[in-house]
C-alpha cells in the first residue's frame, strides 16, 4: 500500500511539473493565445514600469524558466503587493504575439536560483554601478544580458523592500523582452526602448 501511495504522489509531482509552462521555450512573434486561455486567474493588463501590453497572473506554480520552478507567493507580513506576480506581454490584443515577459519575485530562493540559471546558461552580464552615492545591499544589483546571439534583453533588478515590521526582503524583478521593443508598446522611434529605460532608471 505505501508503494502505491509513493508511487502515486511521483506520478502526480511529474505530472504537475510536465504541465508548466516553459517561459524560455516561447518563441517571439508567435500568437500565445492557448496559454492564455489555459492559465487561470489571468487578466489583460498593463506593465506599471514600461506601459506594456499584457496579460498578468500570480499562479506562477504554472510556470518555469529552464530548469527553476516558481510558486503561487505572497511574502508574509508585507504589503499587499508582495507576491509573486507575472506579465505576458504581447504586440497587441489582436493578434496576442509573444514579445517577452516580466517576473516578480519575492520569494528569496526563487530569485536567487533565477539568476544563477541566467549566469550558467547566459554568460556574466553587465554589472550596473549604483548611482553615485548609494552602496548596494547584500543580494541587491542590477543586470543586463545583450547578447549578439540573442534576439533579446534579459534584463534583471534585485532590490531590497520593506516589511510592516520593518525588515527588508529582496525582491526580483525579471524582464525578458524582444529586442527593439519601445515604452508603452510604441513605433515611435523617438521614444525610449525597455533597455534604454532600464539603463536609465538603474
Known sequence: ??????????SL????????????????????LKIIKNTKEIEKDQDVIY???SYRTDNLQDFKFGNVSFSKYVMP???????????????????NNFIGFTIELVNKEEGEKLFLYLKQ???????????????????????????NNLNYWILLSQTPRLKKD???FI????????????VENSTDNTVFTV????????
Open 121 to 147: 546558461k547566459y554568460g556574466n552580464p553587465e554589472f550596473r554601478q549604483p548611482r553615485e552615492g548609494y552602496k548596494y545591499q547584500k543580494g541587491e544589483g542590477n543586470y543586463i544580458w545583450d547578447n
Open 1 to 10: 500500500m505505501k508503494k502505491l501511495l509513493l508511487l502515486f504522489t511521483a
Open 51 to 53: 506601459g506594456l501590453k
Open 77 to 95: 507580513n508585507a504589503y499587499n503587493a508582495d507576491y509573486n506576480d507575472l506579465y505576458l506581454h504581447v504586440d497587441d490584443y489582436e493578434k
Open 13 to 32: 509531482m511529474i505530472t504537475s511539473c510536465n504541465s508548466q509552462t516553459d517561459l524560455e521555450t516561447l518563441k517571439l512573434n508567435e500568437a500565445i
Open 166 to 168: 520593518h525588515s527588508t
Open 195 to 202: 533597455l534604454d529605460s532600464f539603463k536609465m532608471s538603474n
Open 171 to 182: 525582491y526580483s524583478r525579471c524582464v525578458l523582452i524582444k529586442k527593439g521593443t519601445r
